[in-house]
């Protein structure tokens, strides 16, 4: 299966293509009401200088105009932020894919309601464990679990999506498989598996073994192909698209690290980093527009016009994965480093063969460029896994059309208005 980064007409170049930032990951406040023993930003205390909401709208309307398509608003806990249903609605309003970030115990019916009206597409609420006193632990707060579970059951009830969240660590790795159980029951949209950096808070954490990482990761891809009607991914973890190819999956997860290529992280206070676990920051967007940082931050360009050293650089999957440049940052103190939590030793013949190219009708190419930019790259990877699969040389309409159609709810969360 050969694999690519997408590449998106943006006026911006880097090794021979174009890069728009289509996703955003906003943390917009440093309050919250737990107290998550890995949190990356320390959350806790509200900081000192957050963006006001007219910064804030500011902001998204120089994301809109930079080509970004889906934001996340995060925290901290963004329910904490008394404003943030009216920045969800005035992103949403643009046509953005809104997807709030939330820990799930400040959701009401009221609440829930309210977000769905200002034109939130979907929640990502995080679940650790289903034990409840180790996710209480974990968090920091007695009733923690309590309150994702119902959070979860609140937006899944009013038909507003969810992805369910977890972070595998050493205590709570053995669960991993009944806890992709337990969200399909639950019937969300999604499951989506985060692996630990260590920042923030989350450097006083063990982390799992590579050998555990590959086992975890082995499960997620074969979870996909048992809930074929629930997207299941990885974070953190571009190693994804080599396992999902060794197993002949069309799994929807990575198309190698988006950090810098089609996606950066807006900090409280307007600082724009690569991704939220590298903490370089590119500028801040006080001092100068989000689209000039995005085209001209030398951290930006870096990332992509520059390739990974050691078995990163040497590796076949390097296209479809390259490892995460935070861990090796976190690691190594070097951006463009290897990722040592990998254990793939590379064949040095070449790049990925994987079957015969296949091509697209001028029909076909059309219709994909319909589908959402941060999507488009993967359901096109999906579209020619099964073309080979089939012995089909073309991908044409009734190709895509099929393809589509099987991967059904595993496109997450679509623009306001779009079915």
């Not at 969810?162 to 399909?184: C, G, K, S, Y």
């Amino acid at each position: 299966m050969t694999l690519d980064f997408p590449a998106i007409d943006s006026g911006q170049t880097g090794g021979g293509k174009t890069w728009q930032p289509e996703l955003v990951s906003w943390n917009t406040t440093n309050r919250c009401n737990l107290r998550c023993a890995h949190c990356y930003l320390s959350a806790g205390d509200q900081g000192k200088d957050e963006l006001s909401l007219d910064e804030g709208r500011r902001l998204i309307d120089e994301m809109f105009a930079a080509g970004t398509r889906m934001l996340i608003l995060t925290g901290g806990e963004p329910l904490m932020r008394r404003d943030i249903v009216d920045l969800a609605s005035h992103a949403s309003g643009k046509g953005m894919v809104v997807v709030l970030g939330t820990n799930g115990m400040l959701l009401s019916q009221r609440t829930v309601g309210e977000l769905k009206d200002a034109g939130i597409s979907g929640t990502g609420i995080s679940l650790d464990s289903l034990k409840s006193e180790l996710h209480d632990n974990f968090r920091g707060v007695p009733g923690a679990w309590e309150g994702a579970v119902r959070g979860i059951r609140m937006c899944v009830e009013q038909d507003l999506p969810v992805l369910l969240q977890m972070t595998v660590l050493p205590w709570n790795r053995e669960e991993l498989a009944d806890m992709i159980e337990f969200a399909h029951k639950e019937g969300v949209t999604g499951f989506t598996l985060y692996f630990l950096v260590c920042t923030g808070r989350g450097e006083e954490l063990s982390d799992i073994t590579p050998a555990q990482y590959e086992e975890a990761l082995q499960t997620v891809v074969e979870a996909q192909d048992r809930y074929p009607d629930m997207m299941v991914r990885a974070r953190c973890a571009p190693q994804i698209s080599r396992v999902a190819a060794g197993q002949d999956s069309a799994l929807l997860a990575n198309a190698g690290c988006m950090a810098a290529r089609q996606y950066v992280r807006v900090n409280p206070e307007g600082g724009v980093t690569p991704c939220p676990y590298l903490p370089l920051e590119a500028g801040n967007v006080r001092s100068q527009p989000f689209g000039d940082i995005w085209l001209d931050a030398p951290v930006l360009r870096s990332m992509r016009e520059q390739s990974p050293g050691g078995r990163c650089g040497e590796c076949e999957y390097g296209k479809v994965c390259g490892g995460c440049r935070a861990r090796a940052h976190a690691l190594s103190n070097d951006l463009f480093a290897e990722d040592i939590w990998c254990l793939y030793e590379p064949n040095t013949n070449g790049d990925v063969a994987s079957g015969a190219d296949v091509s697209w009708s001028p029909e076909a190419e059309q219709r994909l460029q319909r589908i959402p930019g941060f999507i488009r790259g993967r359901v096109k990877n999906a579209v020619e896994a099964q073309a080979r699969s089939s012995g089909a040389p073309e991908v044409t309409p009734d190709v895509l059309k099929s393809t589509l159609e099987g991967i059904g709810r595993r496109i997450p969360f679509k623009r306001p208005g779009r079915e």
